[in-house]
């Protein structure tokens, strides 16, 4: 299958070297950039998209439009569901994902995450590097787990939430939509979303609209 990813920032350079040695890689797609991205030609803008499916120029898609712009990605992947253009999702080899846990569309797991048993991830979900997501445990579509994110089992995470670099959530705690945590953050009580939370244990230091933004 033939791949176009659409962002060519970092987190595209990152998925363009995990992805290149297993599957025919393109170009990118971007609206900011023109000529090539990592050696391969940046085909186009956002605009572009449906039309170069319709004539050939790729056959699926990834996204690799970051946490800042979780609303973003959640436009994409719905056009992209429209339109009919597959995306992608992967597992780096060094992930382990349980055979009865369950991935929606265009996930990401990099590497040495864990997905354990009977969890749960909506479509688009990023785990980065080193994340844990435990048993009976579900994310909404578009999370996306910063390095080192550990969620206890029967953790519920509603739809557009980032979880920084290094949170821990104990079990059976449900965080509402688009909530956003810092970095270290131990969340040790459910709360409704649409929150930035900070500290171990968790307080809450922001509304978010609803959009996710302060």
């Keep these: 299958m033939s791949l176009c990813i659409i962002g060519a920032g970092d ?17 990118f797609l971007d609206d900011t950039k023109s000529g090539t991205f990592e050696g391969v030609p940046i085909l186009g803008g956002l605009g572009d ?5 319709r004539e050939g ?13 979780l609303d973003f990605r959640a436009t994409l992947y719905a056009r992209a569901s429209a339109s009919g253009i597959p995306l992608r999702s992967f597992v780096h080899p060094t ?4 055979p009865d846990a369950r991935l929606g569309a265009g996930v990401i797991v990099l590497a040495g995450c864990t997905v354990d ?11 980065q590097v080193g994340s844990t997501v435990a ?16 969620l206890a089992g029967y953790v519920s995470v509603g739809e557009q939430s980032f979880l920084g670099i290094g949170t821990v959530v104990i079990d059976h705690v449900t965080l509402g939509p688009r909530t956003h ?28 609209d609803a959009a996710g933004d302060a």
Excluded at 16 to 23: I, N, S, T, Y
């Design 181 to 208: 945590t810092g970095g270290g953050t131990v969340v040790t009580r459910s709360g409704s979303g649409h929150q930035l939370l900070v500290g171990a244990p968790a307080r809450v230091v922001r509304q978010l």
């Design 49 to 53: 998209l449906d039309r170069l499916h």
């Design 57 to 69: 120029a790729f056959e699926e898609i990834v996204v690799a439009i970051g946490y800042h712009h």
């Design 11 to 27: 987190f595209g350079s990152l998925l363009f070297r995990q992805l290149r040695a297993r599957v025919e890689v393109v170009g």
């Design 117 to 127: 048993s009977r969890a749960a991830l909506g479509d688009g979900v990023v785990l």
């Design 135 to 150: 048993h009976d445990t579900m994310l909404g579509a578009q999370c996306f787990l910063g390095p080192g994110v550990c």
């Design 95 to 98: 992930a382990y994902v349980a």
